[in-house]
């Protein structure tokens, strides 16, 4: 596995107030950051022409509403901050080179519930940090609706078209068009998802429309199957003010482009980057060539990734994409397989092991309807959550978590 992305993502599923947000948890289905390069290997520089991006005008940045149109409050999301990504799930290369980089679709998947389509129907998924998840495609809005409201939700009005449904278990909101499907979690979710809405619309205006320096970044990167935002800064010696991870493929190769932005006289010099990429990144050391360009205070470090090296590299497996509900009754807690796929028993852990009432049997799998039980007062000191972790068929030690839910009060057994 390859040292270029920041860990795999985890679900995170807070009770009351809190949002529902990704987050990184060990493991990785491409890599951890900064593995060490192995002993004795070189990195080839040339020249590498990367594929021309999907398109030229970024779609993820259509959602981002200007900081001044999103309701006040200490849950206001932060534009500037928002850690974003943004995939073409059902192209990633498996048809053209026979595998996938997943980490990005992993990343943005993580926080989406399933809506009664494989996460691969849509067109787009843009992950936008603490304003929620947007799911572009062709959809049919019965199958979002009747999937909806077998899976915990509730209607809950219409916006400006919008049909619009709600839940309290974990709080979330999904906004569903024939275009699109939004869903955003937490206290402000409606006002949030609101918000959102009238950016994709186009009825407010846009962040990269007001702020000049994050629309020439996100020109510069473009679109590509999948763009990571903040994955692009591997080196812990370098601090750009934008950084992205962009990967695309053609029938020979993967490719795998880190845009970088500095500060005016903080662009490090083009030994400087290949000396961080010679200790630093694996990726580089797996690269049939490595090239880097620097134009001011941008620098592009481009990967070409041979054909055979990446489906070595790259994982089969595809985590579970689902919906989880939650029934806490402080002395008991119920997890609630809602929607979507089935995941194999053998291929997770559920923790805290000593708190779950009726461990699944091996070889079983979870499917939707079915329930975990976990007594409160069984929780040892030291855990405060419950949390399931997908562990990829390559490789166990990598894994996802899939579900991650802090009770709202734990009951003392003494």
């Given at each position: ?10 679900r ?7 949002a529902?947000v990704?987050?990184?948890?060990s493991g990785?289905?491409a ?6 390069p192995?002993v004795?290997q ?7 022409d990367?594929?021309?991006?999907i398109?030229?005008e970024?779609?993820?940045r259509?959602w981002i ?9 200490e849950?206001?999301?932060?534009v500037?901050d928002l ?6 799930p059902?192209?990633l ?6 595998a996938e ?13 399933y809506?009664?389509?494989?996460f691969?129907?849509?067109?787009y ?9 947007v799911?572009?495609g062709?959809?049919?809005t ?6 909806l ?8 009005g219409?916006y ?17 068009s024939?275009?699109?499907?939004v869903?955003s ?6 006002p ?8 994709g619309d186009?009825r407010i205006?846009?962040?990269?429309e007001q702020?000049k320096v994050f ?14 935002e903040?994955?692009g ?7 750009p ?7 695309n493929?053609?029938d020979?190769?993967a490719y ?9 006289g903080e662009?490090?010099?083009k ?5 961080a990429l ?10 049939w ?5 620097i134009?001011g205070t941008q620098?592009?470090i481009q ?5 055979d090296?990446?489906?070595?590299d ?19 807690v119920?997890i609630?397989?809602?929607a979507?796929d089935?995941?194999?028993v ?13 461990k699944p049997?091996p070889?079983?799998l979870?499917?939707p309807?079915?329930?975990l ?14 949390s399931v972790f997908?562990?990829?068929?390559e490789?166990s030690?990598?894994s996802?978590?899939l579900?991650?839910?802090?009770p709202n009060?734990l009951?003392?057994?003494?």
């Amino acid at each position: 596995m390859s040292g270029d992305t920041p860990t795999a993502t985890r679900r995170t599923l807070i009770s009351g107030a809190a949002a529902l947000v990704t987050t990184a948890v060990s493991g990785s289905t491409a890599g951890c950051l900064s593995l060490l390069p192995p002993v004795g290997q070189e990195v080839r520089y040339g020249r590498v022409d990367t594929p021309t991006p999907i398109d030229t005008e970024p779609a993820y940045r259509e959602w981002i509403p200007v900081q001044a149109e999103l309701p006040a409050g200490e849950d206001q999301p932060d534009v500037q901050d928002l850690v974003w990504v943004s995939v073409t799930p059902g192209e990633l290369g498996r048809e053209a080179i026979g595998a996938e980089f997943r980490v990005g679709a992993d990343v943005a998947m993580s926080p989406l519930d399933y809506f009664g389509y494989a996460f691969q129907h849509y067109d787009y998924v843009h992950g936008l940090g603490g304003l929620g998840t947007v799911a572009e495609g062709d959809i049919e809005t019965e199958t979002v609706t009747s999937t909806l409201q077998n899976s915990g939700y509730s209607h809950n009005g219409t916006y400006h078209g919008w049909e619009l449904f709600d839940r309290t278990d974990i709080p979330r909101t999904v906004a569903v068009s024939k275009r699109a499907i939004v869903q955003s979690y937490g206290n402000e979710r409606r006002p949030i998802i609101e918000t959102v809405l009238d950016a994709g619309d186009g009825r407010i205006a846009r962040h990269h429309e007001q702020d000049k320096v994050f629309e020439t970044f996100s020109d510069w990167v473009g679109s590509s199957p999948t763009i990571l935002e903040a994955f692009g800064s591997s080196f812990p010696d370098f601090e750009p003010s934008e950084s992205a991870l962009a990967y695309n493929f053609d029938d020979d190769a993967a490719y795998f482009i880190y845009h970088q932005q500095y500060a005016h006289g903080e662009t490090p010099t083009k030994g400087e980057i290949q000396e961080a990429l010679e200790k630093s990144t694996e990726r580089a050391m797996q690269a049939w060539a490595v090239d880097i360009e620097i134009d001011g205070t941008q620098v592009a470090i481009q990967m070409r990734v041979e054909e055979d090296e990446f489906q070595d590299d790259a994982a089969e497996d595809r985590a579970p994409y689902l919906t989880w509900g939650v029934d806490d009754r402080a002395a008991t807690v119920t997890i609630r397989h809602e929607a979507g796929d089935t995941i194999p028993v053998d291929q997770v852990d559920i923790e805290p092991q000593n708190a779950l009432v009726d461990k699944p049997e091996p070889g079983t799998l979870l499917e939707p309807g079915d329930e975990l039980e976990f007594t409160t007062a069984k929780f040892p000191e030291s855990e405060d959550d419950i949390s399931v972790f997908y562990n990829y068929a390559e490789n166990s030690s990598n894994s996802i978590a899939l579900l991650h839910y802090e009770p709202n009060e734990l009951e003392s057994d003494a």
